[in-house]
């Protein structure tokens, strides 16, 4: 299909968000032998070990810096219009949406409000293809908005070899890279990011450290320990969450 060329792979992961528990995961990437047949293999490591671009499912987290910082209210409306920094290509959303309050802006995934949320946190004044200067403290704190919702570190799921998150260096970012990190590009987060972050959001704010093992059996007497499930994080108010 249009656009897929460089699909090659794909991961499922569910986990029940009120106990960080994985009931099931699952990896397939498509390779070609030396004729160029395509065949199957199982990926699934990849679950833990893979970062990839992130992209939009990261807006759920982001919102919420407008929230915090004071960027945006419950209920903000904004114009989603493409955005045009000075020497810079247009940066839009899929298709112009119009008018449109915080709700639909992620219904319809939004990238034009996430922008205009990101240079009101870098206290920027935006004026169309004009130079753009935002303050750098903001890229922190969408960093420790991410990583509050498990993007920014390993999750401490109990399987070897995780990998982290990669991020541009702070000195690194700009005007549009930081506008760009607010929708989901510029870093890269595993599979099982992901899904502590969106159990994050459906337990109402409440962040489980995601594991596999839900109890242990001595091989010799048939004993069983349960594994204690910890007390959840609670990184936004449950009234935000809600809402």
């Known amino acids: 299909e249009p656009n897929t060329e460089y699909y090659n792979r794909s991961f499922v992961v569910i986990s029940d968000p009120n106990t960080g528990e994985i009931l099931a995961m699952s990896g397939k990437q498509v390779r070609k032998d030396d004729n160029g047949k395509l065949y199957v293999v199982d990926y699934t490591p990849g679950v833990t070990t893979l970062p990839v671009t992130a992209g939009s499912v990261v807006k759920g987290a982001s919102m919420l810096v407008g929230y915090k910082y004071g960027a945006i209210d419950i209920g903000t409306s904004m114009m989603d ?63 420790k908005m991410y990583a509050d919702f498990g993007l920014g570190t390993k999750t401490g799921i109990d399987l070897p070899g995780e990998a982290g998150s990669i991020f541009l260096k702070k000195e690194k970012v700009g005007p549009v890279e930081l506008a760009t990190i607010s929708f989901g590009q510029r870093f890269e987060v595993t599979p099982i990011h992901m899904i502590t972050m969106l159990s994050t959001i459906a337990n109402n704010g409440r962040k489980f450290t995601p594991r596999l093992v839900k109890a242990t059996i001595d091989s010799k007497t048939g004993e069983r320990h349960d594994i204690e499930v910890k007390q959840g994080e609670q990184v936004i108010s449950e009234e935000t969450a809600k809402k």
């Open 81 to 143: 219009e493409c955005i045009k920094i000075k020497d810079t290509p247009e940066k839009c959303s899929w298709k112009p949406l119009g008018y449109i309050d915080d709700v639909l802006a992620l219904k319809f995934s939004s990238n034009s409000y996430q922008y205009k949320i990101a240079i009101k946190v870098g206290e920027g004044e935006y004026n169309y293809n004009e130079s753009l200067n935002l303050n750098k403290d903001a890229f922190d704190k969408y960093k």
